[in-house]
């Protein structure tokens, strides 16, 4: 089976597209509106992009003449952003925060979170995630979505300030990612959690790449 996207149809019944880039991390984005209205919402285009310094982005859909996403107008007009690590035990809370509701939402509310304040970020952060990145907004790069009369808004961020619960940090001093269970999205209505993971080094490696695959901050 093969297709040309846009130009012919595809010959399933639900597009492989989303289903092959697996898995993908969530973006659990808050925000608040420059009227002091919190926001948290879902985005499952999500990535790091650098380490040093390090930076990272989010994408968000909308249609011709439709209301832009919160998080994205909220990150431009107040110059953050704030991403909470999605966990499985959050799974409810995370799909909830996916709603569609009017600017006049906060969704902490909307989902049962706890808000917990940021340091440099004027948006709050979800208290029972484990891990969060205050986030300084820096561009939005708006892409067209062709003929489906869809654009889709890419927001670029650096990370200024990384949180990370004491008790899934491993004596090492490693995240302790079994423990954490991080959600991922997959295709579909589909979600996967991470529960186990294994080690690969690349066989005779410099020591230098061997720190920077690793993550070494020192």
């Not at 907004?137 to 889709?152: E, F, I």
Request: hydrophobic fraction near 40%.
């Amino acid at each position: 089976m093969h297709y040309a996207p846009g130009q012919e149809p595809c010959p399933l019944p639900f597009s492989p597209f989303k289903a092959c880039t697996i898995p993908r991390p969530i973006g659990w984005i808050s925000t608040t509106s420059r009227n002091g209205v919190d926001n948290l919402a879902p985005f499952s285009q999500w990535q790091n992009l650098n380490f040093n310094p390090p930076m990272v982005m989010f994408a968000a859909n909308h249609r011709t003449g439709a209301r832009r996403k919160d998080s994205v107008v909220n990150a431009e007009e107040t110059g953050w952003f704030v991403w909470n690590m999605a966990t499985y035990d959050l799974r409810e809370a995370v799909n909830i925060s996916g709603m569609d509701t009017g600017p006049e939402v906060d969704e902490f509310v909307a989902a049962g979170v706890t808000k917990a304040a940021s340091i440099d970020a004027n948006a709050p952060r979800v208290a029972e995630s484990p891990a969060h990145f205050e986030c300084r907004y820096l561009s939005t790069h708006r892409l067209s979505g062709g003929d489906r009369d869809t654009w889709v808004d890419v927001v670029y961020g650096e990370v200024v300030r990384i949180h990370v619960n004491d008790e899934v940090i491993s004596p090492e001093g490693k995240l302790m990612v079994p423990k954490i269970k991080p959600l991922a999205r997959m295709g579909y209505y589909d979600y996967a959690v991470i529960e186990n993971t294994f080690e690969m080094r690349i066989p005779g490696a410099p020591s230098s790449l061997q720190a920077g695959m690793e993550g070494r901050s020192t």
